[in-house]
């Protein structure tokens, strides 16, 4: 199956359930460290560990996320377990995740589809 490139921002690189993101802040919302680690905390209800300037997660059909703040931008690497079939781990993992997004950057996921359509058709540089 063929995905058209037109859904995915050109900052995002998706290559075997692995991906790079990046997301701007809305105004408002400190791109701090500190700030997202405690966002990670409370909608994954889990610690993060430290990897350098990166904080790193495991959740539900998450096998890692590291997340951290570059440029005033919240940059997202994922990397997704493959082997989880649970349809409700599933919806789960992804519900928080777009939970975790919207609390940290401010953008609801419309929002962000919307901004990542424009990066794509070149509107906004």
């Not at 993060?48 to 959740?59: F, S, T």
């Not at 951290?68 to 995740?97: A, G, M, P």
């Not at 419309?110 to 359509?117: D, N, S, T």
Request: with cysteine; net charge positive.
């Amino acid at each position: 199956m063929k995905v058209s490139k037109a859904f995915y921002p050109t900052s995002c690189k998706h290559i075997l359930g692995d991906s790079i993101s990046e997301y701007k802040f809305k105004r408002g919302f400190k791109p701090e460290t500190e700030r997202i680690k405690n966002v990670l905390e409370e909608v994954f209800q889990v610690e993060p560990q430290n990897d350098g300037d990166k904080l790193v997660i495991q959740y539900g059909a998450i096998k890692e996320l590291k997340a951290w703040v570059e440029n005033k931008k919240l940059f997202v690497e994922t990397r997704s377990d493959l082997s989880v079939k649970d349809q409700d781990v599933i919806l789960d993992t992804n519900k928080k995740f777009r939970d975790f997004l919207e609390e940290a950057t401010g953008y609801t996921a419309k929002e962000r589809l919307k901004m990542a359509k424009k990066e794509v058709s070149g509107e906004e540089k």
